[in-house]
């Protein structure tokens, strides 16, 4: 019996020469030889109706980090057959900083021994079934229990839905108990398989997995042999509970169109059901028409690749030598195991607010394991990099005219624990959290009950603050349970007059928008803000120009169908997240943010990278142009011209103010119309101007010139001890008469009222 088990990862890399001779041995039994880098075979033994020649193409190896030293090796007395082609990594190196400061000797010491890798290298990459590239026609089975239940559902990582005899079940279950099951998957191509992972299935209710199985391959789907170990069938080592996911490596590399996979065993106390992912390299086959079609790539010359901590540090010094002028890095703290979490700033004037330039930031990792968002981001940065270089228009206007700042990794300690696992082996929670177990989105404080516990309990709801609600007391003692990452992430929307933001996220196609905690602790309830509309405008900027989500042909990721929404939905009609980054931000600061889920796959393998960049390169671009949508203006001191800091600028009929930054500057986004927009600030008189905004992808500038109250004229002019002049004597005087005049009014009605009253008691 052949089984593969969990035990040191160290031992694959000793047996490096070993494995390369028996790569050679798979291929002879293959009946081909190797030479120059290319497998030619002349026939294949083992599938009796299959008798073309082909020419096996060795793809680049994905890899899978181990976090610890007993996983994806065999057990005891058995060989590990596979085929390894090894992918040289860079060597790493510190990131240069600007004042704020890397200190080398600081990055070296925090990294020895968190960083280090121990890669299990695999053959081929995954076929697809996570990632929904291989469509759910291509799957069979032998027999299953209902359409919720399927053999399309029996991808890796599927979500199942909260209950449990709906259309959205968490696996394929087989209808019977026996051992002639089996789950088919059409590779369409001939493909040389490598490897299966197994999972069993996800669910609230069920307990069920497979605990060993067979492999079995054909080209026709009618005549099938089953891998063999030597002369007896393999058995694999499957799962021990439903969602960690096992490994197993086909003893001989394998080429086929078609895959079985036959489950021998399972949880006693459970039925058939897995989730599954195949691993596999397409093979060159001259009698396939479609077989030269190349797979989806991009014409970016970017770093396609998964980046650890260090190799994201490499790659952002990297941007700033090659473009010094346009980039600063920087940081904003540090996570719980000391990680910095890194800054890219990107203006044409880096380390400076500029006058009336709004400030806009992408957050990517806020969940380690959810990674896609991290390398778009250090693709991002690259791009935004040679475009500009080369001067491309739309790419210069952009960053002449905004501070871009990009967070590609808020939760670093997480990242490294996904990482280390690999795309695969991650599971779906695997590095979600920090390594103190907090989980970032629930950890910004709760203004959204603040503020409508206020509303409800005060006489006029309209007098309750609706922005800048502060941090509640309790939030920052120090043992409150706030994550490092959370302090650093609030400093910073603090310390920059952020406008506009997104965060990353994956395991989903669609955008949510605020807010995303619903009132009265509601599971699921549309709560939009005052916003609401200019909140669907973005959500639809990103989700309308993603070209997935833009896709009406797509398939659902797991249970929800977001199409029905045009891909975009009210984060507490989802579901709801109270402390979510996205409320904060609004209710905290002047700035706009929506969540962005990128791909079904929270940690697509790196030959997908290429692809999913191209899928969001325009959204990422058109999103960060919408920061200049809406009105913006400087609100200045009428006679000293300063700016005025901290005034209130309020839109009629929205019930969201903002505020100016320090040097007076504001920006405020709205969709197309006309507005009557008011301005206070303390110690000065309101002014009131109408402002339009038009179509155009451009902010329209509304000024405001503030004339300070004669009370604090004069309080500033008997503070530097100067002669009160006679205009503001004259003022102050009128003033007085009128508030003289007010109160005797007050005072004649109150003595009026006690006179009735008195005259009515006496006539009782």
Same mark, same amino acid.
């Given at each position: 019996?052949?089984?593969?088990?969990p035990t040191?990862?160290?031992?694959?890399?000793?047996?490096?020469?070993?494995k390369?001779?028996?790569?050679?041995?798979?291929?002879?039994?293959?009946?081909g030889?190797?030479?120059g880098?290319?497998?030619?075979?002349?026939?294949?033994?083992f599938?009796?109706?299959?008798t073309?020649?082909?020419?096996?193409?060795?793809? *680049?190896?994905?890899?899978?980090?181990?976090?610890?030293?007993?996983?994806?090796t065999?057990?005891a007395?058995?060989?590990?057959?596979?085929?390894?082609?090894?992918?040289?990594?860079p060597?790493?190196?510190?990131?240069?900083?600007?004042?704020?400061?890397i200190?080398?000797?600081d990055?070296?010491? %925090?990294?020895?021994?968190k960083?280090?890798?121990?890669?299990?290298?695999?053959?081929?990459?995954?076929?697809g079934?996570?990632?929904?590239?291989?469509?759910?026609s291509?799957?069979?089975?032998?027999?299953?229990?209902r359409?919720?239940?399927?053999?399309?559902?029996g991808?890796?990582?599927?979500?199942? =839905?909260?209950?449990?005899?709906?259309?959205?079940?968490?696996?394929?279950?087989?209808?019977?108990?026996?051992?002639?099951?089996?789950?088919?998957?059409?590779a369409?191509?001939?493909?040389?398989?490598?490897?299966?992972?197994?999972?069993?299935?996800?669910?609230?209710?069920?307990?069920?997995?497979?605990?060993?199985?067979? $492999?079995?391959?054909?080209?026709?789907?009618?005549?099938?042999?089953?891998?063999?170990n030597?002369?007896e069938?393999?058995?694999?080592?499957?799962?021990?509970?439903?969602?960690?996911?096992v490994?197993?490596l086909?003893?001989?590399?394998?080429?086929?169109?078609?895959?079985?996979i036959?489950p021998q065993?399972?949880?006693?106390n459970?039925?058939?059901c897995?989730?599954?992912?195949?691993?596999?390299?397409?093979?060159?086959?001259?009698?396939? &028409?479609?077989?030269s079609?190349?797979?989806?790539?991009s014409?970016d010359?970017?770093?396609?690749?998964?980046?650890?901590?260090?190799?994201?540090r490499?790659?952002?010094?990297?941007?700033?030598?090659?473009?010094?002028?346009?980039?600063?890095i920087?940081?904003?703290?540090? %996570?719980?195991?000391g990680?910095?979490?890194?800054?890219?700033?990107? %203006?044409d004037?880096?380390?400076?607010?500029?006058?009336?330039?709004?400030?806009?930031?992408?957050?990517?990792?806020?969940?380690?394991?959810?990674?896609?968002?991290?390398?778009?981001?250090?693709?991002?940065?690259?791009?935004?990099?040679?475009?500009?270089?080369?001067?491309?228009?739309r790419?210069?206007?952009?960053?002449t005219?905004?501070r871009?700042?990009?967070?590609?990794?808020?939760? &670093?300690d997480?990242?490294?624990?996904?990482?280390?696992?690999?795309?695969?082996l991650?599971?779906?929670?695997?590095?979600?959290?920090?390594?103190? =177990?907090?989980?970032?989105?629930?950890?910004?404080?709760?203004?959204?009950?603040?503020m409508?516990?206020a509303?409800?309990?005060?006489?006029?709801a309209?007098k309750v603050?609706n922005?800048?609600?502060?941090?509640?007391?309790?939030y920052?003692q120090?043992?409150?349970?706030?994550? &490092?990452?959370?302090?650093?992430?609030?400093s910073?929307?603090?310390?920059i007059?952020? $406008?506009?933001?997104a965060?990353?996220?994956?395991?989903?196609?669609v955008?949510?928008?605020?807010?995303?905690?619903?009132?009265d602790?509601?599971?699921? *309830?549309?709560?939009?803000?005052?916003?609401?509309?200019?909140?669907?405008?973005?959500?639809?900027v990103?989700?309308?120009?993603?070209?997935v989500?833009a896709?009406?042909?797509?398939?659902n990721?797991?249970?929800?169908d977001?199409?029905?929404?045009?891909?975009?939905?009210? =984060?507490?009609?989802?579901?709801t997240?109270?402390?979510?980054?996205?409320?904060?931000?609004y209710?905290?600061?002047?700035?706009?943010?929506?969540?962005v889920?990128?791909?079904?796959?929270?940690?697509?393998?790196?030959?997908?990278?290429?692809?999913?960049?191209e899928?969001?390169?325009?959204?990422?671009?058109?999103?960060?142009?919408?920061?200049?949508?809406?009105?913006k203006?400087v609100?200045r001191?009428?006679?000293?011209?300063?700016?005025?800091?901290?005034a209130?600028?309020?839109?009629?009929?929205?019930?969201h103010d903002i505020?100016?930054?320090?040097?007076?500057?504001?920006?405020?986004?709205?969709?197309?119309?006309?507005y009557?927009?008011? $301005?206070?600030a303390? =110690?000065?008189?309101? %002014?009131?101007?109408?402002?339009?905004?038009?179509?155009?992808?451009?902010?329209?500038?509304?000024?405001?010139?503030l004339?300070?109250?004669?009370?604090?004229?004069?309080?500033?002019?008997?503070?530097k001890?100067?002669?009160?002049?006679?205009?503001?004597?004259?003022?102050?005087?009128a003033?007085?008469?009128?508030k003289?005049?007010?109160?005797?009014?007050?005072?004649?009605?109150?003595?009026?009222?006690?006179?009735?009253?008195?005259?009515r008691?006496?006539?009782?």
């Amino acid at each position: 019996m052949f089984f593969f088990s969990p035990t040191t990862i160290l031992q694959l890399k000793a047996r490096r020469m070993e494995k390369s001779l028996c790569a050679f041995a798979s291929v002879l039994f293959l009946g081909g030889f190797l030479r120059g880098g290319e497998v030619a075979t002349e026939s294949f033994p083992f599938l009796s109706n299959f008798t073309t020649p082909v020419s096996v193409k060795w793809t *680049e190896a994905g890899t899978v980090e181990e976090q610890s030293t007993d996983r994806v090796t065999p057990t005891a007395g058995t060989k590990l057959f596979s085929s390894t082609v090894r992918q040289n990594q860079p060597s790493s190196t510190d990131v240069s900083e600007d004042d704020k400061g890397i200190n080398k000797e600081d990055e070296e010491d %925090s990294e020895d021994g968190k960083t280090k890798d121990k890669k299990a290298e695999l053959d081929c990459p995954p076929l697809g079934l996570e990632s929904l590239a291989v469509d759910d026609s291509q799957f069979r089975a032998s027999s299953y229990q209902r359409t919720g239940l399927g053999p399309h559902r029996g991808r890796l990582n599927i979500q199942s =839905g909260i209950h449990d005899g709906d259309e959205y079940d968490g696996a394929w279950c087989a209808e019977f108990k026996d051992q002639d099951q089996w789950l088919e998957v059409d590779a369409i191509h001939l493909t040389l398989f490598t490897g299966v992972l197994l999972q069993g299935r996800n669910s609230i209710w069920s307990w069920d997995w497979v605990e060993t199985y067979k $492999v079995q391959f054909s080209n026709d789907s009618v005549d099938w042999q089953t891998c063999m170990n030597g002369t007896e069938e393999a058995i694999f080592k499957g799962n021990q509970d439903p969602e960690t996911p096992v490994l197993g490596l086909l003893p001989v590399p394998t080429v086929a169109r078609f895959i079985r996979i036959n489950p021998q065993t399972w949880y006693s106390n459970g039925t058939i059901c897995l989730r599954a992912e195949l691993l596999g390299c397409r093979v060159h086959d001259p009698t396939d &028409p479609f077989s030269s079609q190349q797979e989806g790539g991009s014409r970016d010359n970017l770093d396609f690749r998964h980046h650890n901590y260090k190799e994201m540090r490499k790659l952002m010094k990297s941007v700033t030598e090659e473009c010094p002028e346009i980039t600063r890095i920087y940081t904003i703290g540090k %996570s719980y195991m000391g990680l910095k979490l890194y800054v890219m700033e990107i %203006s044409d004037n880096p380390g400076k607010h500029e006058l009336g330039e709004p400030e806009f930031r992408y957050v990517a990792g806020m969940h380690g394991n959810e990674v896609l968002g991290r390398e778009l981001v250090l693709n991002l940065m690259q791009y935004l990099c040679k475009e500009y270089k080369k001067g491309t228009q739309r790419v210069v206007q952009l960053v002449t005219e905004t501070r871009i700042h990009l967070l590609p990794s808020m939760n &670093p300690d997480g990242y490294e624990v996904a990482h280390q696992k690999g795309s695969e082996l991650a599971g779906w929670a695997g590095g979600r959290f920090t390594f103190e =177990g907090i989980d970032l989105n629930h950890n910004f404080p709760d203004l959204n009950n603040i503020m409508w516990e206020a509303q409800e309990n005060a006489a006029d709801a309209s007098k309750v603050p609706n922005h800048y609600i502060p941090i509640p007391e309790y939030y920052t003692q120090e043992d409150a349970m706030v994550a &490092p990452e959370t302090r650093a992430v609030i400093s910073w929307m603090q310390d920059i007059p952020f $406008v506009l933001s997104a965060n990353f996220h994956g395991g989903e196609l669609v955008v949510t928008y605020p807010f995303d905690c619903t009132r009265d602790w509601a599971p699921q *309830e549309d709560t939009p803000t005052a916003d609401d509309a200019f909140f669907r405008w973005l959500a639809t900027v990103y989700a309308s120009t993603h070209l997935v989500l833009a896709n009406p042909d797509r398939r659902n990721c797991h249970y929800d169908d977001f199409q029905m929404h045009n891909n975009i939905i009210n =984060g507490g009609a989802w579901h709801t997240v109270p402390g979510s980054m996205n409320d904060f931000s609004y209710l905290h600061t002047n700035c706009f943010e929506v969540t962005v889920e990128l791909s079904c796959d929270k940690f697509p393998h790196a030959k997908e990278l290429p692809v999913e960049w191209e899928n969001n390169k325009e959204s990422l671009l058109v999103y960060m142009e919408q920061v200049h949508r809406g009105i913006k203006g400087v609100i200045r001191d009428k006679i000293t011209k300063h700016g005025v800091a901290n005034a209130v600028i309020k839109v009629e009929d929205h019930d969201h103010d903002i505020r100016s930054a320090a040097d007076g500057d504001y920006w405020r986004l709205l969709n197309p119309g006309e507005y009557k927009v008011i $301005v206070r600030a303390e =110690g000065y008189l309101p %002014s009131m101007r109408r402002c339009h905004v038009g179509m155009e992808p451009r902010p329209t500038i509304c000024d405001f010139s503030l004339t300070k109250t004669p009370i604090q004229r004069l309080k500033e002019i008997r503070a530097k001890g100067e002669k009160i002049p006679k205009d503001l004597q004259l003022r102050l005087r009128a003033l007085r008469m009128r508030k003289l005049r007010a109160s005797t009014k007050a005072i004649n009605r109150r003595r009026a009222g006690q006179q009735l009253r008195t005259r009515r008691a006496r006539s009782s």
